[in-house]
């Protein structure tokens, strides 16, 4: 079974369109994260989401909002896609920051 | 904040031991971790270090001393499928983990 799942695995959509990617782990844990990797694949944190308490990088344009209808899941909506949105964006989870992290596969992100 | 420095690329022969290096400065050091990541797919946990030393698993081992701010992934016996990009990690003060650019490492024959 997968642990940690994201849909979809390829999104190609035009400048301005809103998208959302869903996450759904399977570990139990109890916080859940997004990462966007570059071209340069430069992996930086975008949000974490733990019982309730979400912490924002600060640097994440407010069109990126996490949404966790339950623990086991923290889908990302995007409004407004740009060109600079292209990138792969990987969800991962784990128990506690002192834990190893376990990633989706990742979902690569084009706009054209 | 963090700021956490790896060489961008190594290249190694298939069979040697390779080291990559890890400087970190951080504010509260929480540890260190090790992930690998083949191209198109995603990261792999690998290590993690909390106390100084070296701590073995396998081919892999890797080191930390939190005085210098330092660490290493040591790779032996490496084998094609080793090809990779390597990260290293700090967990911040902001509860979240922040990467480096990672060591892409290339195997040769």
């Known amino acids: 079974d997968t642990a940690v799942s994201q849909t979809p695995k390829y999104l190609v959509t035009q400048m301005g369109n809103d998208k959302s990617i869903k996450c759904e782990q399977n570990?139990?844990?109890?916080?859940m994260y997004w990462y966007k990797q570059d071209s340069k694949k430069f992996l930086k944190i975008m949000f974490s989401?733990?019982?309730?308490?979400?912490?924002i990088n600060e640097t994440v344009p407010n069109r990126f909002s996490p949404k966790s209808p339950d623990k086991a899941h923290l889908n990302l909506h995007i409004n407004s896609l740009e060109l600079g949105d292209s990138a792969v964006y990987f969800c991962?989870?784990?128990?506690?920051?002192?834990?190893?992290?376990?990633f989706g596969d990742g979902t690569r992100l084009s706009i054209l | 904040g963090q700021n956490i420095d790896q060489p961008t690329e190594m290249t190694a022969t298939e069979g040697a031991i390779v080291q990559i290096n890890c400087t970190y400065q951080t504010s509260g050091f929480n540890g260190l971790f090790w992930y690998q990541q083949h191209a198109g797919e995603a990261p792999t946990f690998l290590s993690y270090?909390?106390?100084?030393g070296l701590e073995e698993k396998g081919r892999f081992s890797s080191f930390l001393s939190r005085s210098k701010g330092y660490s290493y992934l040591l790779l032996k016996e490496l084998q094609m499928k080793d090809s990779a990009s390597y990260l290293c990690?700090?967990?911040?003060?902001?509860?979240?983990?922040?990467f480096g650019s990672g060591t892409q490492l290339t195997v040769l024959p």
């Open positions: 270090n909390v106390l100084d």
């Open positions: 570990l139990g844990h109890d916080t």
């Open positions: 991962a989870s784990s128990q506690a920051l002192d834990q190893p992290q376990h």
């Open positions: 989401y733990n019982n309730k308490e979400l912490i």
């Open positions: 990690a700090v967990p911040g003060s902001a509860r979240q983990l922040t």
